[in-house]
């Protein structure tokens, strides 16, 4: 039988609320890897993988409220908590090839390619990954296609938040960013789970490590401390404030003759 889903269970709470977190982490990211730009080499590595653990939080973030409003009408769910944590590391990882990646050799058209398409599919292997996860009286079918999309998505989002993040220094230009980036990012979820049908069978398939979906709030406590405490270090840092005076040459001196 084929399954009653509902992706929007609590209207527009769960997807503005995943919108302004993938917002955040991007945000955050794009500052950090600005930052690791101006940095000591010794500190460069620091900048970029607080970086690429806020992007990838924010976008683990983002899903998981998300999938907080997915609901199947004729059965509960519950979630594999090995694949869900799994899910978490995907992302982090393969955002942090990306950034290191442009971090250390620029904004390229090949560099920008290659990282933006190793990050594009470790985004696409996050979700997928949590989807996979999903424990219910049935099992997920998915439409080739409208997954195709959601890849394609998620790998031009990821090349241009990768661009912006080496090329754009202001700070109102990288809050621009990361709402686009935000918008692309939540929209390739939701593009992801509209090709997810779901066949309702009489039992589910559990082990012992599942939990209820209620547990999915919990979980995200963490990501979204580590989320808080990147943006106490950006708050902190007045080169980071103050970005988009990089670049501006420093005033002349004025000499004064005497008469």
Known sequence: MRGTVDGFHYGLITPIAAYLMACLGAALGLRCTTRSLRAEHSWKAGWLALGAGAIGSGIWTMHFIAMIGFNVEETPISYDGTLTLLSLFVAIVMVGIGVFVVGYRGASRWTLTLAGT?????????????????????????????????????????????????????????????????????????????????????????????????????MLLGPVVFLLLAAVIVMFDPLLVLGDQWDRPAAPRRTHRNA
């Not at 390739?188 to 709030?217: E, K, R, W």
């Open 118 to 218: 190793v990050t594009g599919l470790g985004v696409a292997a996050m979700h997928y990954t949590g989807t996979a996860g999903i424990r219910l009286a049935g099992h997920l079918e998915y439409a080739a296609p409208t997954v195709a999309a959601s890849i394609v998505v998620a790998v031009v989002a990821a090349t241009a938040a990768l661009w912006a993040a080496v090329s754009i220094h202001g700070f109102f230009a990288s809050l621009g960013a990361s709402v686009v980036m935000g918008i692309a990012v939540t929209g390739m979820h939701y593009i992801g789970m509209a090709a997810v049908t779901v066949h309702v069978q009489s039992a589910a398939n559990s082990s012992g490590s599942d939990f209820p979906a209620s547990f999915i709030l919990p």
